[in-house]
């Protein structure tokens, strides 16, 4: 298959087999690989499927790209299973990306609790302009995606054309249920966040994240009591 960019984007299908036990994200990384190579970047958010995500990629690519947005308001058990995964995978490349205000100068400038206020506004300046600076520099990006996490995310493609930041958007795990994703993790003894055992399926910043229903891995513990379901990293 040629290489597909944002640029050269035709109506492309996917047609990557999908009866291996990986349910295709193996030959879907196999192809993401050996099609972009460097020019393939995983946004890593560290919740379990990245678990799986960085497993599988790590059999492909062991010194693959991956980037954190570390948006400093993240749980402190976050930052010690990253310190685990780099560990594990040494040949990782993991890059903490920032934003350019620290939670501080955002409080000067903004407001105390921006997110309680402006949660869309907080989650572009600390997310999503450093996602689009660290994809000006990739051709295609990862994600670890899964159609049964909710609507927005349930007619999700193994290769998407994503016109949010102008890239390809390669994401493998499509298929996967979170029976699947849990299964793979204790039978492989991936490390994995902790707080997955107290309730909470999806794991962000601090202040916009809770308990939610843990039977589907599904959001609903992010930015409970409010309309937002995605911090717009994902918007097609
Ligand atoms: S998830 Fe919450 S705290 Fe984190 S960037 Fe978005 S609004 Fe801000």
Known sequence: ???LTYGSWFDYEDTFETDNASKG???????AYETYKDELVYACSFGVESMVMIDLIT???????VVFLDTGLHFKQ????????K?????????????ALTVDEQAEKYGE???????DRCCYMRKIVPLQEELKHATAWLS?????QSPERSETKFINKDENFKSIKVCPLIYWSWVDIWDYVKKHQLPYNFLHDQGYPSIGCVPCTSPG????GSRSGRWKNQQKTECGLHRN
């Not at 994200?25 to 192809?31: E, G, I, Q």
């Not at 670890?144 to 049964?148: D, S, Y």
Request: charged share 35%; aromatic share 10%.
């Open 1 to 3: 298959m040629e290489k």
């Open 25 to 31: 994200a193996l030959n879907v990384l196999k192809w």
């Open 59 to 65: 059999q492909i690519y062991p010194k693959a790209k």
């Open 78 to 85: 976050t930052y010690t299973l990253i310190d685990e995964v």
């Open 87 to 99: 560990l594990r995978y040494p040949q990782l490349r993991i890059k903490m990306k920032k934003p």
């Open 113 to 119: 609790k921006l997110w309680e206020r402006q949660p």
């Open 144 to 148: 670890g995606l899964r159609r049964e």
């Open 213 to 216: 229903d843990t039977k589907t």
